[in-house]
């Protein structure tokens, strides 16, 4: 088992920024690829971004290529997520990803279905 627990969420004025982090225990951090999806009220889930065991590899959904940077500190076991040029679009709430399998089977909407756990999820509020 691999608990997540996302901190960061809030409100936050459009143009501005936030750090979302995903602090994971239970089994080794390394060993799994990791994921941002977000949900927005009435909407399906969505990928956000999704990074590789090592942390070289970075993949972006469409909607926020250029304005947020998935990473991980291993060491500390941690998930990151820094979202800038904040939109109201933005507002969701977003969820941390775990999966041992190679990080493209997180990438894209209809991952989903291949995640093995997932965080209890922090609301992003962007206001106009």
């Known amino acids: 088992q691999v608990q997540l627990v996302e901190s960061g969420g809030g409100l936050v004025q459009a143009g501005g920024s936030l750090r979302l982090s995903c602090a994971a225990s239970?089994?080794?951090?390394?060993?799994?690829?990791m994921a941002w999806f977000r949900q927005a009220l009435g909407k399906e889930r969505e990928f956000v971004a999704a990074i590789s065991r090592s942390g070289r590899s970075t993949y972006y959904g469409d909607s926020v290529k250029g304005r947020f940077t998935i990473s991980r500190d291993n060491a500390k076991n941690t998930l990151y997520l820094q979202m800038n040029s904040l939109e109201p679009e933005d507002t969701a709430v977003y969820y941390c990803?775990?999966?041992?399998?190679?990080?493209?089977?997180?990438?894209?909407?209809?991952?989903?279905?291949?995640?093995?756990?997932w965080g209890q999820g922090a609301q992003v509020t962007v206001s106009s």
């Open positions: 990803a775990a999966d041992r399998g190679v990080v493209q089977t997180l990438v894209g909407d209809s991952s989903v279905k291949n995640v093995d756990y």
């Open positions: 239970g089994r080794t951090f390394s060993d799994y690829a």
